[in-house]
C-alpha cells in the first residue's frame, strides 16, 4: 500500500513538472530593420541592460535578448523592442502595419540614435501612425519621473557629438507612450561593457537607470 501511494506521489509530481513552462522568464527584443543601418550596433548594449533590470527591478528577463524583425507574428510575443544604428531605417507597408497593431495591442518600442539615424527615423515613425506626431516629452512625464530612477532634467546626456542637449521625442497613442525616441544621448553606448566607450561609471550607471526606466515603463503601463 505504502509502495502504491509513494509510485502514485512520484508520477503526480512528474506530471506537475511536465506541465511546468520550461522557460518562465520574459523577454525583450531587437529590431532587425531594413534600409542598410547597423541595426546590431553596440551588441553589449542590451544584455547589460537587462542584467541591469533583473538585479535593481527584480525582473526575470531573458539576458540573450531575441533578434525580431518588424513584420514577424513573434513581436506580439514582447512588451518592449529596441533599435539602434547609425544610419538608415525603413519600413515596408506591411512591416509598419505589423509594428502599428503590436504597438496599438501593448507593445513598446524604443528607438535610440547612435548618431546619424535622424533623418531617417522620422519618416520611419510616420509611417506607422502617419495621423501622430512624434514630440519632445515634458522632463514631468512618467518616464522620467513616476519610475524607480527620477531624472528631474530628462534624458541623460551620455555622448556629445554636435553640442546640442539630449532630447527624448515620444509617440503617444490613447494615453501611453508607445514609441520613445531617445536623440542626441547615445543610450545605448552607455550600456555596453565598460570597456568598449571608456564611459565614466556614473555615465554608465545614469544611462542604465534611464533604460530601466523604459522597460518598467513598458511591462507597467
Excluded at 505504502?2 to 506530471?15: H, I, P, S, T
Excluded at 532587425?32 to 553596440?42: E, I, M
Excluded at 546619424?116 to 522632463?139: C, T, W
Amino acid at each position: 500500500m505504502k509502495l502504491k501511494l509513494f509510485l502514485v506521489a512520484v508520477l503526480a509530481f512528474v506530471v506537475l513538472m511536465a506541465a511546468r513552462p520550461l522557460d518562465s522568464s520574459i523577454k525583450v527584443g531587437l529590431l532587425k530593420y531594413r534600409g542598410g543601418g547597423d541595426w546590431y550596433a553596440n551588441p553589449t548594449s542590451l544584455p547589460n541592460l537587462i542584467k541591469f533590470c533583473n538585479q535593481q527591478l527584480g525582473m526575470n528577463i531573458d539576458v540573450e535578448p531575441v533578434t525580431i524583425e518588424p513584420d514577424s507574428p513573434d513581436l506580439f510575443n514582447l512588451a518592449f523592442v529596441h533599435a539602434t544604428g547609425h544610419g538608415n531605417i525603413t519600413f515596408t507597408e506591411s512591416e509598419a502595419a505589423n509594428l502599428r497593431r503590436w504597438l496599438e495591442g501593448g507593445g513598446f518600442l524604443h528607438l535610440d540614435d547612435n548618431y546619424g539615424m535622424d533623418p531617417f527615423v522620422r519618416p520611419a515613425v510616420k509611417k506607422i501612425f502617419p495621423e501622430l506626431e512624434l514630440q519632445e516629452l515634458p522632463f514631468s512625464y512618467p518616464i522620467y519621473a513616476k519610475q524607480r530612477f527620477i531624472f528631474p532634467n530628462g534624458l541623460p546626456k551620455i555622448h556629445e557629438h554636435d553640442g546640442k542637449p539630449p532630447q527624448g521625442f515620444g509617440v503617444i497613442y490613447k494615453g501611453r507612450l508607445v514609441i520613445y525616441y531617445s536623440y542626441e544621448c547615445d543610450l545605448g553606448d552607455g550600456w555596453e561593457n565598460p570597456d568598449v566607450h571608456k564611459d565614466s561609471p556614473q555615465g554608465r550607471e545614469n544611462a542604465l537607470r534611464m533604460g530601466a526606466n523604459l522597460i518598467q515603463y513598458a511591462f507597467s503601463y
